[in-house]
């Protein structure tokens, strides 16, 4: 046992000796703060692309999901050697609902190991993209920490669609379903659907086109209201924000314009709080267009 010796230092005549000042409301708010903090990021961690979306939305913000793109055919080298895990944290405080996190590497100079870093490090739902065409990748992409993955549906025929789909729903992934044209769309006939990702540009042509929108408004009205729509690339400013929004999409996903941006963390939270911005008219156009699509059917 061991014991320690307590010396007791006698006031001198006249001075008053006072305790050292303790706040014990600081105290316990940093407590709480610490506590809190720890069992929210680790809630955000196991939280759903769908349910990221939806609580953004509640929040009366624009949902973004915030992409990690090392390099882009078009625009070329956009990582220019910074850290992509600083800039997915930086994603997530400007106010981003998820990340993505693009692993292709012959086209996008992507790869598995970015992926696996920014799962381990950032609380928030991570959607991987690729051209996905093998069980083994959406196998892979559970084991590395992503809660959704990207399906296109120009590089899938409808059984392989099919079924790399509801194989992601058997691991507990969500899939986002990506379409760029009209029979892109009416390929989704069928397919239990988490979310469709509207691509503004040609993956095909692996996205050189120029920046338009013309997707998104003439597809996300078709789509059923309970889908959540993701309108995806070309999206550079507010206005394309306020555009594709009005024509029925949930959430937008942007890369190249974040990703060349000097202050991501500004350039989201920007976004994120967009005026004006409201897709409630949107949701009208869907509910309209989508039964009139149905009957046609």
Known sequence: MQYHRIVVIPAKAGIQTKPPRFCYWSAIAEIAKSFLTYHIQGYLCGMKLTQAIKRAREKGEIPLIAEIKVRSPKDGDLLKDRD?????????????????????????????????????????????????????QVWESKQLGAQAVLLISAMLAKERLTDLNEYAHSLGLETVVEIHTMDELKNLNGLTLDMVGINNKDILDLERGDDQIIPTESLAPLLPEDVIVISESAIRNE???????????????????????EEPRVTVANFVHVQGAANDQGDDLRQQKSRRYSASR
């Open 84 to 136: 992509p895990v600083q800039i997915a944290t930086e994603y997530i405080r400007g106010g981003a609902c998820a990340v993505s996190v693009v692993t292709e590497p012959l086209y996008f100079g992507g790869n598995i190991e970015i992926l696996r870093k920014i799962a381990a490090k950032v609380k928030a739902p991570i959607l991987r993209k690729d051209f996905i065409k093998e069980r083994d």
């Open 239 to 261: 206005q394309n924000v306020k555009e594709v929004m009005r024509s029925g999409a949930d959430a937008i996903l942007m890369g190249t314009a974040l990703m060349a941006s």
